[in-house]
C-alpha cells in the first residue's frame, strides 16, 4: 500500500509509512490521545519525504424530477441509493436505475482491476481508473442507509428517509447583466443529481451475467473495459485531466475553475465536485470547500490517501495545507465547516477517532448538520455480526 499520512482506523496501530497527527492541533488526536499543545515535533526523527507530517459555483439543478418524486431546492428527503446512484430513479418495470453489483450484498467483492464492485457502482468511475484508487469506505463498520438504498438490517427494505440540506452553501449574489461570467459554481442546496436514464448505459462498466455470479462465479478482477466513447463524458474529462495537471502544479485556483468548467458538462460525476472542493482547501476556502464536501458525502464515502496523494506535486504541500486548517480551527473552534472539512481530511488519512472526534464537534457548533449526526453513527456503530453457518 502506498505510503500516507494519518493514523490507521480504531484498533490500527501507528504505521511507520504515515505521518502522525500531533496532537496540538484543534481537535483530539486518535483514541486516547491527549491534549498537549506545547508539544513539538521531535526535530531528532526524521520526517519521511513521502508522507505528510499532520499538526495537529453555479450549476443550478433548480427542481430535480426523478421519476418518483420531485426535488426541491433547499431541503431534499432523499430516499435514495446514494452511493450508487445519488437518486433513484424508476426505470421499465420499476426496477432502480443502478447496477445490480452496486448493492450491499456484493459491494465489498473485488470486481474489475481487484477494486470493489462499490467502486465500480459509482457512476462515471469507469472514466477514472487509474488514478482514482478508492475511498474511505472501510473504516464504516456498517454503511448508512442513505449510501446503499437499503436498511441496514435488511436487504430489501427501503433506506430511511434522509433530510439533504446544507448548512455550509451560499448561493452567490446575482450578478450584473453586463459581467461576462463563464461558468457559474455548482449550486449545492440541493443534491448531486444523478445521470440520465441515457447516460446509465455509459456511466458504469459492463455488468457480468448476474445468474453466473449468484451461481457462485467471481466477480472479473481483470483490468476493465475501456469505457466507451461519449462526447460529453470525453469533453468533460480532458478538462478534468486538464485540471489535475494544474493542480499538481500548485496552480489551484487554475484547477477549481477547469474543473467547474467539466462539472457544467457533466454535474452527475461525484469525483468532479470532490476534486473541486480539494481545490478549495488547498486555496484555504474551507464553507466553499465544505459545501460541495456535503453534497460528496450525502452521496457517498469520501477519497482515500492513494487518490489523494496521486494528486499533489509534492506531499509537502498537503501537510502545510492540513496545518493550515489546524490553525484556523485553533483559532475558530466554533466553526463548524472547518471541523467538517476536518473530519473530512482525517478519513481521507485513515484516522478513523479523529475523524469522529471532529464529526462530533459538527454536530455540537452546527447542529443543521444532519449528515454528521449520521456519519458519527455509522462509523461509531459496532461491527455487523456475520451469522456462522
Known amino acids: 500500500m502506498p505510503s500516507r499520512p494519518g ?17 496540538s492541533r484543534p481537535g483530539q488526536g486518535g483514541s486516547g490521545t491527549q491534549w498537549q499543545p506545547n508539544r513539538p515535533i521531535n526535530p531528532d526523527r526524521p520526517i519521511r519525504p513521502d508522507r505528510p507530517i499532520i499538526n495537529n459555483g453555479n450549476i443550478n439543478t433548480g427542481n430535480i424530477n426523478t421519476g418518483n418524486r420531485l426535488i426541491n431546492n433547499n431541503v431534499n428527503n432523499i430516499n435514495v441509493n446514494q452511493w450508487n446512484q445519488y437518486n433513484q430513479n424508476v ?26 464492485a462499490a467502486y465500480w457502482s459509482r457512476p462515471w468511475n469507469n472514466y477514472h481508473f487509474g488514478w482514482l484508487s478508492g475511498y474511505s469506505s472501510s473504516f464504516f463498520n456498517v454503511m448508512p442507509a442513505f449510501w446503499t438504498g437499503m436498511a441496514v438490517d435488511s436487504a430489501i427494505s427501503p433506506a430511511p428517509t434522509f433530510a439533504y440540506s446544507n448548512p455550509y452553501y451560499e448561493a452567490p449574489p446575482p450578478t450584473s447583466p453586463d459581467v461576462n461570467v463563464i461558468v457559474q459554481a455548482p449550486d449545492y442546496s440541493a443534491p448531486i443529481p444523478a445521470p440520465s436514464i ?22 472479473p478482477t481483470t483490468a476493465p473495459p475501456a469505457p466507451p466513447d461519449d462526447d460529453v463524458a470525453t469533453a468533460a474529462n480532458k478538462l ?3 485540471a489535475r495537471d494544474l493542480f499538481k502544479a500548485g496552480k489551484y485556483a487554475d484547477a477549481q475553475a477547469k474543473t467547474e468548467l467539466a462539472i457544467k458538462k457533466l454535474p452527475s460525476d461525484a469525483a468532479l465536485h470532490e476534486f473541486r472542493s480539494l481545490s478549495l482547501f488547498a486555496q484555504g476556502k474551507y464553507k466553499d470547500a465544505a459545501a460541495g464536501l456535503y453534497a460528496v458525502l450525502a452521496a457517498g464515502p469520501g477519497w482515500n490517501w492513494e487518490t489523494v496523494q496521486k494528486l499533489y506535486g509534492d506531499d509537502a504541500d498537503y501537510t502545510k495545507q492540513l496545518r493550515d486548517l489546524e490553525t484556523f480551527l485553533k483559532q475558530n473552534p466554533d466553526a463548524g465547516y472547518g471541523h467538517f472539512l476536518l473530519a473530512y481530511h482525517y478519513l481521507v488519512l485513515g484516522n478513523k477517532d479523529a475523524a469522529v472526534t471532529e464529526f462530533k464537534e459538527v454536530v455540537r457548533v452546527q447542529p443543521e448538520d444532519k449528515l454528521s449526526a449520521e456519519l458519527v453513527k455509522a462509523l461509531t456503530a459496532p461491527p455487523k455480526q456475520v451469522a456462522s453457518k
Open 7 to 23: 493514523q490507521g482506523g480504531s484498533g490500527t496501530q501507528w504505521r511507520p509509512d504515515r505521518p502522525n497527527i500531533n496532537p
Open 91 to 116: 426505470v421499465g418495470g420499476g426496477g432502480w436505475n443502478r447496477p445490480w453489483y452496486g448493492s450491499p450484498g456484493y459491494w465489498n467483492q473485488p470486481f474489475y482491476g481487484g477494486l470493489s
Open 198 to 219: 441515457e447516460q446509465t448505459v455509459i456511466a458504469y462498466p459492463p455488468a457480468p451475467d448476474q445468474s453466473a455470479v449468484e451461481a457462485g462465479e467471481p466477480l
Open 240 to 242: 478534468f485531466d486538464e
